[in-house]
T-cell receptor
Framework: DSGVTQTPKHLITATGQRVTLRCSPR?????VYWYQQSLDQGLQFLIQ???????AKGNILERFSAQQFPDLHSELNLSSLELGDSALYFC???????????????FGAGSRLTVL | DAKTTQPNSMESNEEEPVHLPCNHS???????IHWYRQLPSQGPEYVIH???SNVNNRMASLAIAEDRKSSTLILHRATLRDAAVYYC???????????FGTGTRLTIIP
C-alpha cells in the first residue's frame, strides 16, 4: 500500500457518459498529479495541483477537468467519453514543500476505465 | 524535461546483477536523474534518484557518469519480483512534473 488511494479501481461505462475518479494523497503530501496510461501512449501527464491550486497542465483534453479540495483529495472528471478514453488513470502525490527536482512521487494503484 | 534514451528491453538471470543504462546527453546542470519502475498491473514506483554523485538505497544503486550524460541503474541481485518496466527520467529544479518515456522492460529468467 503506497498510501495514495484511488477509487474506483475499475469502472465500465458507455460512450457519451461522464465519470469521476477520486484520489486521496499520502498523508502530508500537498501535490497531486494525474496521469493517463493507455496501451499505445504510455504514461501521459495530465495535470498537477498543489495545495488546491492548479500548478501544471499536460496533455489534458478539454473534456477532462480536475480539482483539488481543501482536504487535499482530488477528483478527475471525464465527460463525453469516447472509446479512446479507455485507459488506466493514475494519481500520484508528492510533498513538494519547495520546488525541487529531488521531490519524488508516490503513485496509487490506478483506476481502470473501460468505455464501451 | 530533457530527453532520455533507454533500451526497449533487457533480460537477466535470477540472482545476478542487472545494469540498466540510460543516456541523457542534453541533461542540464540542474536536472536530477530519477528512476521509477512499474510492475505488472501496478502504478509506477520510485526506485532512486541522484544529481551528481552515485547513490545507493535498499532497492538499487545509481551510477552517474562524470559528465552526467549517462547513468546506470544497478540491481545487485535480481529476483523474479524485479521484472518490470524501468523508467529513467530527468527532472529539473523548477520542474513541475515527471515525463515518462517508454522505459526498459526487464525480464528475469529463473
Amino acid at each position: 500500500d503506497s498510501g495514495v488511494t484511488q477509487t474506483p479501481k475499475h469502472l465500465i461505462t458507455a460512450t457519451g457518459q461522464r465519470v469521476t475518479l477520486r484520489c486521496s494523497p499520502r498523508s502530508g503530501d500537498l501535490s497531486v498529479y494525474w496521469y493517463q496510461q493507455s496501451l499505445d501512449q504510455g504514461l501521459q501527464f495530465l495535470i498537477q495541483y498543489y495545495n488546491g491550486e492548479e500548478r501544471a497542465k499536460g496533455n489534458i483534453l478539454e473534456r477532462f477537468s480536475a480539482q483539488q479540495f481543501p482536504d487535499l483529495h482530488s477528483e478527475l472528471n471525464l465527460s463525453s467519453l469516447e472509446l479512446g478514453d479507455s485507459a488506466l488513470y493514475f494519481c500520484a502525490s508528492s510533498v513538494e514543500r519547495a520546488l525541487s527536482g529531488a521531490n519524488v512521487l508516490t503513485f496509487g494503484a490506478g483506476s481502470r476505465l473501460t468505455v464501451l | 524535461d530533457a530527453k532520455t534514451t533507454q533500451p526497449n528491453s533487457m533480460e537477466s538471470n535470477e540472482e545476478e546483477p542487472v545494469h540498466l543504462p540510460c543516456n541523457h546527453s542534453t541533461i542540464s546542470g540542474t536536472d536530477y536523474i530519477h528512476w521509477y519502475r512499474q510492475l505488472p498491473s501496478q502504478g509506477p514506483e520510485y526506485v532512486i534518484h541522484g544529481l551528481t554523485s552515485n547513490v545507493n538505497n535498499r532497492m538499487a544503486s545509481l551510477a552517474i557518469a562524470e559528465d552526467r550524460k549517462s547513468s546506470t541503474l544497478i540491481l545487485h541481485r535480481a529476483t523474479l519480483r524485479d521484472a518490470a518496466v524501468y523508467y529513467c527520467i530527468l527532472r529539473d529544479v523548477v520542474g513541475e512534473k515527471l515525463t515518462f518515456g517508454t522505459g526498459t522492460r526487464l525480464t528475469i529468467i529463473p
